[in-house]
């Protein structure tokens, strides 16, 4: 901003007409953080008391522009002394002292470069800095706070068993998948958010039953359920009563459940008289008893060999994610009846569309793996 001398400028506080140099604001106004607009090019941290009639009042030193500072410079180069300057371009003596001190010095009047506290680290110690930060993600080095996905832990052996099933069935097509039974348990707890719950209400609204996120503070109660799919169908989903033996598991899942829907599936026009049925479970100890073996042995049942803790790799896993958050935004169960209720008809009402992108996930499920050395997906 320009000025000349003797040129009167607004006060956007007071309205009076002043010199550049004598704008003044109210006290409160300092402290709101509001001034006058022609106050905007000034440098607002320089102030000090004025002579002014009112009381609160400041004086508003001016950041000198390098135009300003030439001139002053010029002015004393060419024998004018400091007072005659001062005068001339309305501003204190004192400012026109520095400012020929300071071009005498650095023999500019150019903005320098603020220097500031030279830094502490060297750069070997920023460098050490990046390997700790590195080994340790829980520091941080200009990252963002994020939150840790749960992933079940791997031993070493663990990413070698899942490294080498990734890469025993990265070819397979789309087919080879849709001949394989993706069965698992999952516990639905009741009133469990598996997520937060947003709803649509007025400010009225706020305290309605319906509206809020209701914890249950009775004891968890939950419900176990069996299910199964291949390619886009649904087996009959089984619920369970708790911890089961072999035999419980036989009479209660396998054989109202798992082997009709067996039977069912190969007579499938992309699997009749062409390709056997493959069973994927879980290493859960029931499973791989040797009881269990027997039995699937007995009834001609082949079960894909699967690496151990590999929940990312089983399709069903999204399956049960889905339905619980669905469960949880749509029906809000009270208690366990009408939590089965709600189970019953959320994998009923399961779009069969989704069980088929699932389906034509596992390539890149098995190449994630792959790029991963064995190491955790995102799925």
Not at 41 to 57: G, I, M, P, S
Not at 144 to 161: E, G, S, T, V
Request: net charge positive.
């Amino acid at each position: 901003m320009r000025t000349q001398a003797g040129q009167l400028y607004a006060c956007g506080c007071c309205a009076r007409e002043l010199p550049w140099t004598t704008l003044i604001l109210t006290s409160h106004h300092i402290k709101d953080g509001q001034h006058s607009p022609v106050l905007a090019n000034y440098d607002l941290t320089c102030l000090k008391t004025c002579d002014a009639e009112e009381d609160n009042c400041f004086i508003v030193m001016p950041y000198l522009d390098i135009e300003t500072r030439a001139c002053i410079v010029g002015m004393r180069q060419a024998g004018l002394p400091f007072q005659a300057i001062s005068d001339l371009v309305e501003i204190p003596l004192s400012t026109i002292y520095n400012t020929v001190a300071k071009f005498q010095v650095i023999g500019t009047v150019r903005t320098q470069k603020k220097t500031g506290r030279p830094p502490i680290m060297t750069d070997r110690d920023r460098r050490e800095l990046d390997r700790i930060i590195t080994r340790c993600c829980r520091l941080t080095l200009g990252k963002c706070l994020r939150i840790a996905p749960k992933k079940p832990y791997l031993w070493p052996q663990d990413f070698q068993r899942r490294l080498a099933f990734a890469q025993a069935h990265c070819h397979w097509t789309i087919n080879d998948w849709a001949r394989v039974v993706w069965t698992d348990e999952s516990a639905f707890e009741l009133g469990k958010k598996v997520d937060w719950v947003q709803v649509w209400r007025t400010p009225q609204e706020k305290w309605h039953l319906e509206n809020l996120a209701v914890n249950h503070q009775l004891g968890r109660q939950s419900v176990m359920v069996w299910g199964a799919f291949c390619a886009a169908m649904r087996a009959l989903l089984v619920f369970l009563n708790g911890r089961m033996t072999l035999t419980e598991m036989v009479q209660q899942v396998y054989r109202p459940g798992l082997l009709p829907f067996i039977a069912w599936m190969e007579q499938a026009p992309w699997i009749r008289g062409r390709e056997r049925i493959l069973l994927m479970e879980d290493n859960a100890p029931i499973h791989t008893a040797r009881a269990s073996t027997d039995w699937r042995n007995r009834h001609d049942i082949q079960k894909l060999d699967w690496p151990a803790h590999s929940p990312d790799l089983n399709p069903i896993e999204n399956v049960w994610k889905t339905m619980k958050s669905q469960i949880s935004k749509l029906y809000q169960p009270q208690t366990v009846d009408e939590l089965r209720h709600a189970i019953n008809a959320a994998w009923t009402d399961f779009h069969l569309n989704l069980l088929n992108d699932l389906l034509y996930s596992m390539p890149r499920r098995m190449a994630m793996v792959i790029e991963m050395n064995g190491g955790p997906t995102s799925y």
